[in-house]
């Protein structure tokens, strides 16, 4: 048979390591978006001080910006391809 209090005790024992390791020792930081490593909370752009994370970082704002702009250039098509007829008319 379990024992309850030996399960209760164990719960006891697993939650406070949760509450420790989040609200422990541990300082806020924010890590790398590139290789994880943690950074200063400060830290913006969110990258280390890496050459390689840098680089990285500016390449993939540089494809998001890219991204963002086909995506109000298909939307403006697709929006016109619906009042255009409606203006034309
Ligand atoms: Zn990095």
């Known amino acids: 048979m ?3 209090n030996k399960v209760k005790s164990n719960l006891q024992r697993m939650t ?3 509450v420790s390791s989040t609200t422990g020792k541990i300082q806020p930081h924010k890590h790398c978006r590139i290789c994880f490593r943690p950074i200063k909370l400060s830290a913006e752009p969110r990258v280390c001080s890496d050459q390689a994370c840098i680089d990285r970082n500016i390449r993939d704002e540089k494809n998001q910006r890219q991204m963002r702009i086909w995506m109000f ?3 403006g098509i697709f929006a016109f391809s619906f009042i255009g007829p409606l203006l034309l008319r």
Do not use: G
Request: charged share 20%; aromatic share 12%.
């Open 2 to 4: 379990v024992d309850a």
């Open 16 to 18: 406070n390591k949760v």
């Open 73 to 75: 250039v298909f939307l």
